[in-house]
């Protein structure tokens, strides 16, 4: 039997059927538990960073307009592009436009410097720079203006750029006077209003330029930035999850007023803190699952599957023939009363075999004295037949000879209640039969007897081929002028020489008929015509039922073969 057709299969089958759908359950409201909660922060951090960029836009808009109306309505402004860089006008309008901007920039504190760049005279005019970090500043600053490499162009919005280590945004405006009005403002500076948005203690905010630099101090490393610029370069989304040192949710929103954009990083992990018992719980759920199938096959095993298995090996033990196989009783109600009605069936069924064993016994004794009395007349009618030719030839010592033969021949089959006789006797009892037979045709009967050593304990039921021995004679003598030769031997199978023997008789009459031989191989019983062979037949069936075989067929130099085929037994039980 298949495993998959058993009943502890299918009921396994059965409880993953409920289980399974459960766990995947409890999996996926997991996951959109996450998802919710992944959402809900992810829109509570989108709206922080919309109301912060706003603000920072807000203060990089009002910086841009400060810068147009300087360019372009402010006459100090134009006159420094008027001026000969050598005369006092130019001197004094110099120092009118800084006075300006120094006032001014103090209307302007997110400001970090405001500046007037007149590239004619390579003259950089900037706001009071009195610390050491400023002039550094002024002084990189007045190097990239002087530059000529250097695009003004590319600043007509802020621009991320770097002065004295730090990152900052800078925006030029220039006026129909080739003179540029610009100012810079410190992304550290523009961070610190992030300070009163409330992130998760976990969130980190950072910023970044449209180029791919990181403009804040962040634990962001540099190889994760193409992941994040990729995701960010998805217009349809404002965020999503990368796998950066650890799963973050990433949240994105760009300025309108520059070239960057404003992220808040939360790592999953603290993102769903709140989460920790139901999702240990969704982990532990398939080891629960499994070790409750564990028990539950254990419970159903010790409860059902083994009072059942032990009824079918009660079965298979019946059906193989051990009647004696009782069940134990069972401590389930149910159960126990099946094991009481099995061996209670049981004993009926040895009561009931014991009862055929022996009626059929006692037929098959029946049939097989019925069967010996069949051959016993019929061996009688031929030797009185042979008395009498005798008796009329006056051959009076030969009639004597006979009779002797003939008690033998008779003391032999009063042996004959006894179901299994020796071989060598059986073979000196054909010997006197053929002795008979040979008085009876003295110039036309030849025979000879050959029994292998080692076989002479062999046992067989009496009488059991002398009816092929008569057929011999009888056939032998059919129509054939010349002397008939008669062939007894008995050997071990060439095929099973330890568990099977052979009796083979012979003779030089005509044979048989093709067809009959093979007819008298395979037919039934009912199928011979001889009552002789017929019995023959018979007794082997009731004595060694399928063990014994019969054969029939033809020498190559004319004359009939029979082989009888049979199991070795040296004792009569």
């Not at 490393?221 to 349809?236: G, N, T, V």
């Amino acid at each position: 039997m298949r495993y998959y057709r058993s009943l502890p299969f299918k009921l396994g089958v059965g409880f993953a059927g409920i289980i399974v759908p459960l766990i995947l359950l409890l999996l996926y409201n997991n996951l959109y538990s996450m998802n919710v909660v992944r959402k809900q922060v992810a829109e509570s951090h989108k709206s922080m960073l919309e109301i912060y960029t706003n603000q920072m836009d807000s203060f990089l808009e009002q910086t841009s307009n400060y810068l147009l109306r300087l360019a372009f309505q402010y006459a100090g402004i134009t006159s420094l592009s008027l001026n000969d860089p050598e005369s006092d006008e130019y001197t004094l309008t110099k120092i009118q436009v800084r006075n300006q901007i120094d006032e001014d920039i103090s209307k302007y504190n997110w400001v970090g410097m405001l500046f007037v760049y007149s590239p004619g005279s390579a003259d950089l005019i900037t706001t009071e720079s009195g610390d050491a970090g400023k002039q550094i500043v002024r002084e990189q600053l007045a190097g990239m203006l002087a530059d000529k490499r250097f695009d003004p162009a590319n600043y007509q919005t802020w621009r991320a750029v770097s002065l004295n280590g730090e990152a900052c945004l800078m925006r030029l405006v220039q006026n129909d006077f080739n003179v540029y009005t610009g100012a810079w403002i410190s992304v550290k500076r523009l961070m610190e209003p992030m300070s009163a948005i409330q992130l998760s203690d976990s969130g980190r905010a950072a910023i970044l330029s449209t180029a791919g630099d990181i403009l804040t101090p962040s634990t962001l490393r540099q190889d994760e930035l193409p992941a994040m610029l990729k995701m960010l370069s998805e217009s349809d989304k404002t965020y999503g999850t990368l796998s950066l040192s650890s799963r973050t949710l990433v949240v994105s929103h760009a300025s309108r007023q520059s070239d960057t954009i404003l992220l808040v990083m939360t790592p999953e992990e603290k993102l769903l803190s709140n989460l920790p018992l139901y999702q240990r719980i969704i982990y532990v759920v398939p080891f629960a699952a499994l070790l409750i199938l564990l028990l539950f096959l254990f419970f159903v095993r010790s409860i059902i599957l083994k009072p059942i298995n032990q009824l079918l090996i009660g079965m298979k033990r019946i059906k193989e023939g051990n009647l004696s196989f009782r069940l134990k009783r069972q401590s389930s109600k149910e159960f126990g009363t099946m094991a009481d009605m099995f061996n209670e069936m049981a004993a009926e069924v040895t009561d009931l075999k014991i009862s055929v064993y022996e009626e059929q016994i006692r037929w098959n004794k029946a049939e097989i004295r019925q069967l010996q009395l069949q051959i016993q007349p019929h061996f009688l009618l031929n030797s009185l037949n042979v008395v009498y030719n005798l008796a009329e030839s006056k051959e009076y010592k030969l009639v004597q000879k006979m009779i002797r033969h003939l008690m033998n021949y008779f003391r032999f089959i009063t042996r004959t209640s006894t179901p299994l006789v020796r071989i060598d006797e059986e073979l000196k009892h054909i010997d006197t039969y053929l002795q008979i037979q040979q008085m009876r045709f003295p110039q036309s009967l030849s025979y000879r007897i050959d029994l292998a050593a080692g076989m002479e304990a062999v046992m067989l039921p009496p009488l059991l081929f002398q009816p092929f021995v008569e057929n011999a004679i009888i056939h032998g003598y059919d129509k054939i002028s010349r002397t008939c030769t008669v062939h007894i031997s008995v050997d071990p199978d060439e095929d099973e020489p330890t568990s099977q023997f052979r009796v083979t008789i012979a003779d030089s009459g005509r044979g048989f008929a093709e067809e009959q031989a093979d007819r008298l191989t395979l037919g039934a019983a009912d199928d011979y015509e001889h009552i002789g062979i017929r019995n023959v037949v018979q007794r082997l069936k009731f004595h060694y039922g399928d063990q014994a075989r019969l054969t029939f067929s033809n020498k190559p130099e004319g004359g009939a073969v029979v082989c009888l085929y049979l199991p070795i037994q040296t004792t009569a039980g």
